[in-house]
């Protein structure tokens, strides 16, 4: 490099925040869109009280299926998505809805995600007997499809938030146990493994220090996508009259409402449809982009 092009390079102004997210944006629409409606469905769940202007579990039958505002022709609906069979506003319901929905994909996720790491972790640092041990217990896990299993499992506990979260947490633990278990099988070769133990490190240092900050990248992009998955099986469970109370406002429930008033009421579907859509959109999306930014194999 010549005298000139480092002075060059030094007298190169730095870039500003504004001009780094312009560069984000540019070359990461897609995480960039996903990251906005993460944040929409998070900051709906979060400041719900302060957004909404209804009560969402108030009924009133003289306003029972209003229309948006938007679209009533006589002009005496005051509801911004109209409302539902019993008169209550569908806006505050969905904004109130994105709580549930929200609290079973984090909280099932990070049940499934603790136990999966530690069983990936042990499986494939440990191998031998423990690995076959753990290895069939998935793949009996994984021979029962979730749906049925849950139905069963509902029937007979009966319904509730926290009994949809424990479900999702003890039954998806396998996807994040397979996935470690073949990373940790290939890292547990690596030669700063090879000299950790060497130096006298102990297993559960080397697993701690070496092993699992290496697999924390795969650990999000995965946990990011099943909370996706997760809020769409909730309100799977929902519809069917398997998950959440009636009482509490959910995408799901709504939904199961809403069928027998497609074609007279189509506000009182599409509306909760749209926000379990763009809510499952932006968390795949954003895993996405998790998964291009971290995983070595899309950088090749």
Known sequence: MTKLQIEEVETRPEKTILQRFFRFVKKNPAGFVGMILVFLAVGSA????????????KASLTSRLDPPFWADPSGESTFFLGADQLGRDLFSRIIYGARISLMVGFFGVLISLVIGTIMGLISGFFGKWLDDLIM????????????LFAIVIMSVLGTGVWKIIIILGITYWVGFARLIRGQVISLKEQEFVHAAKAIGGTNFTIIRKHILPNVMSSILVLGTMYIAEFILLEASLTFLGLGVDPTIPSWGGMLADSRN??????????FPGIAIMLTVLGFNLLGDWLRDKYDPNMKM
């Open 46 to 57: 979060l400041f719900a009280p302060w957004i909404v202007s209804f009560d969402p579990s």
């Open 136 to 147: 069939r217990v998935a793949d009996i896990q994984l021979a029962f499809p979730f749906i």
């Open 261 to 270: 008033y497609i074609t007279s009421a189509w506000w009182t579907s599409v």
